[in-house]
């Protein structure tokens, strides 16, 4: 699949810096961070499945995916920081748990989507809404580390995670991968990846059907390409980069 929608600023563009989100994008999730997100709903907030309490947190945490898990947790707790900590204390400790004991995989040819990538000489930056500590234990666990150019997480970007351009901003910084924001790329499977992206200033807004959210979503966001999953992506950029007679791109 690969719907396309032309952003504002069609032109000539190359490609030069991709920001990848991971769990659903090139991290297949299977349904991980609800049931983790559950767990800690039940053990640090003291809402267990069947209770209404508990269906209006996985309705939350289902709208917001892929926003920083902190900031998803301090919502469900009304401000109150020391219990959100806990919470999400909880949630990185049952999700790195479970990542250690192999319920991880990689999203069929993501591995080989970002070796395409950087092997066209494009700089790669994998991004998430998890805390550094969990972040890292994905990435060894998968055998990823040193894949990317440069793994971010919220932190890293002061704090504040998606829907905010913040991730995609401190990986142009960081890298200068790019030398304007028109030259990005960005993909993820949920609205607030697409988001990111679109606020951000890329060029090419990708979102992918391989996790949280579904095409509508993706598109409502702001997509500019709904692809069927980030295998995909190389031959997006590639075709998104090819002048037409009439020098726009296709």
């Not at 508990?54 to 939350?60: C, I, M, N």
């Not at 920081?81 to 004991?101: C, I, K, P, Q």
């Not at 509508?216 to 500019?224: M, S």
Request: proline share 4%; glycine share 14%.
């Amino acid at each position: 699949m690969n719907e396309q929608r032309a952003p504002e600023e069609a032109g000539n563009r190359r490609i030069t810096l991709v920001v990848l989100d991971m769990a659903g994008t090139t991290v297949a999730d299977d349904g991980l961070v609800e049931r983790v997100f559950g767990e800690a709903s039940a053990r640090a907030l003291g809402a267990g499945p069947g209770s209404a309490a508990y269906a209006g947190h996985l309705a939350h945490v289902r709208a917001t995916m892929g926003e920083s898990k902190i900031s998803v947790f301090r919502h469900l707790c009304g401000g109150d920081e020391a219990r959100a900590r806990h919470a999400n204390a909880v949630f990185e400790e049952a999700y790195g748990r479970l990542v250690a004991d192999g319920h991880c995989a990689p999203v069929p040819g993501a591995r080989q989507a970002v070796e395409r990538l950087r092997a066209e000489g494009r700089t790669v930056v994998l991004t998430t809404g998890f805390a550094r500590g969990t972040q890292d234990a994905l990435l060894s666990a998968l055998g990823w580390d040193g894949l990317a150019d440069l793994t971010l997480c919220p932190a890293d970007a002061g704090g504040r995670g998606r829907p905010y351009p913040d991730l995609v901003l401190t990986a142009l910084l960081r890298t200068r991968g790019a030398e304007a924001v028109a030259d990005v790329a960005v993909a993820g499977d949920t609205a607030y990846d697409v988001l990111s992206g679109r606020r951000a200033g890329a060029s090419l807004v990708a979102g992918v059907l391989t996790g949280a959210h579904g095409a509508d979503a993706l598109r409502g966001a702001g997509a500019t390409h709904v692809l069927g999953s980030v295998a995909e992506l190389p031959a997006a950029i590639a075709a998104f980069e090819r002048p037409t007679a009439t020098g726009a791109v296709t």
